[in-house]
Structure formats: structure tokens, C-alpha cells
């Protein structure tokens, strides 16, 4: 059974870059046509998609994030990865992983739990 | 930024029906199907509806969706306790971003 598990640094500082990595257990993430994605969650507030990435490793990016964030995959490790840059309070959230269900347009069936990224000084 | 509205709060007494609203634009709703997410509090979100008005398996067919034009709704009759929860629908958007509602919390009177 696929399981996604969101791992990194739950503390940064403003100004610095937030650095996450969501493991894949169950399943290759080199096999199938799915897609990997990274979603936030602001305390007390609502869902955002930050972006997604394949498997060979282009990625889409949310426009509003496009300049700070950067995504990677390592298949070696089956893992994939989220670097924000210059992060401010406001990027304080839960960060969730998820994979869509492998066709166009498919929605989000996998989630990881998710962790909490505080920005503070 | 929520591009998909929807109202903040529903709430019904057990058994009764509820009715969740969804509103976006010809760019995402107007040309992708619609997907539904059930968010217990602390908890990752749950895939409810996808393609519209399709259930996962397991997912019980109290719940329902539905979509006209650029808007879309979630019903769910019969309601339970544990239905109380935060939900958000969602669509693909035609620049290839995906855009979740604001999300409605359901209280169970």
C-alpha cells in the first residue's frame, strides 16, 4: 500500500529556505505515469497547491510561488523534494505531499500527513 | 489564494441533508471535472468525490456531487457526527495549476 511521509526542518528563519522531502513507500516512484505533488496548509486556513513534479522530473509550479520554489525527484532514494526560498511568516503552514491518480486532470488519492514548517526568528 | 468560492459554514441536525456550494470560472470548473476533499480536524485530506460526482471505493453514497456550468456542489444526506469536518472542492485549471475552494466547515447540529 502506497505511503507518502513528509520529512524536514520545522523551524526556519525568515529570510532563509524552507527544505522538505516527502518519502515514498509502497510503490516506485519511477513507475507509472503519476504525478507528485506538493500542497500547503496556513494554520486555521485553507488548502493551496504549490506545484508538482513527474517522474523524469519537469515540474509545474504555481504561479504565485514560481520564483522561490524549487522541486526535485530521486529515484535512488524514492523520494521527492521541496526547496522555497526567502521565506517569509507567511509561509508558515502545513506542507503536505500527495500523488494524483495517474491520468490528466486526476485529483489528489494519496496524501501524506503532513508537517508543520514555522517561519520565526 | 482560493480561486474556487465556497460558503465558510453548513450545518444540519443528524439525519437531515446538507447541501455544499462551489463557484469558479470557465477556466477551471467551466472546463475540468470537479473533485471534492473531506478534511477531519488535524488530519490530511480525504479524496470524497473525483470526475464530478464519482465516489472512491469506501467512500459511502451519502455523499454525492454534482456540477452545472462553472459550479458545482456537494451534498450529503443522512448526516452523521463524524461527517463534521472541513470541505474543499477543487478543479484543474487551464493554466495547469490546480485551485482548491476556501473551504465550508459542516457542523453537526
Known amino acids: 500500500q502506497l505511503q507518502l511521509q513528509e520529512s524536514g526542518s520545522g523551524l526556519v528563519k525568515p529570510s532563509q529556505t524552507l527544505s522538505l522531502t516527502c518519502a515514498v513507500s509502497?510503490?516506485?516512484?519511477?513507475?507509472?505515469?503519476?504525478?507528485w505533488s506538493w500542497m500547503r496548509q496556513p494554520p486555521g486556513k485553507g488548502l493551496e497547491w504549490i506545484g508538482f513534479?513527474?517522474?523524469?522530473?519537469?515540474?509545474y509550479i504555481n504561479p504565485s510561488l514560481k520564483s522561490r520554489v524549487t522541486m526535485s525527484v530521486d529515484r535512488s532514494k524514492n523520494h521527492f523534494s521541496l526547496n522555497l526560498s526567502s521565506v517569509t511568516a507567511a509561509d508558515t503552514a502545513v506542507y503536505f505531499c500527495?500523488?494524483?491518480?495517474?491520468?490528466?486532470?486526476?485529483?489528489?488519492?494519496?496524501w501524506g500527513q503532513g508537517t508543520l514548517v514555522t517561519v520565526s526568528s | 489564494q482560493s480561486v474556487l468560492s465556497q460558503s465558510p459554514s453548513a450545518s444540519g441536525t443528524p439525519g437531515q441533508r446538507v447541501t455544499i456550494s462551489c463557484s469558479g470560472s470557465?477556466?477551471?470548473?467551466?472546463?475540468?471535472?470537479v473533485h471534492w476533499y473531506q478534511q477531519l480536524p488535524g488530519t490530511a485530506p480525504k479524496l470524497l468525490i473525483y470526475?464530478?460526482?464519482q465516489r472512491p471505493s469506501g467512500v459511502p453514497d451519502r455523499f454525492s456531487g454534482s456540477k452545472s456550468g462553472t459550479s458545482a456542489s456537494l451534498a450529503i444526506s443522512g448526516l452523521q457526527s463524524d461527517d463534521e469536518a472541513d470541505y474543499y472542492c477543487?478543479?484543474?485549471?487551464?493554466?495547469?495549476?490546480?485551485?482548491f475552494g476556501t473551504g465550508t466547515k459542516v457542523t453537526v447540529l
Open positions: 500527495a500523488r494524483d491518480e495517474g491520468y490528466n486532470y486526476s485529483p489528489f488519492n494519496i
Open positions: 509502497g510503490a516506485s516512484i519511477g513507475s507509472g505515469a503519476f504525478s
Open positions: 513534479l513527474y517522474q523524469g522530473g519537469s515540474t
Open positions: 470557465t477556466s477551471n470548473i467551466g472546463s475540468n471535472t
Open positions: 470526475s464530478n460526482d
Open positions: 477543487a478543479a484543474w485549471d487551464d493554466s495547469l495549476s490546480y485551485v
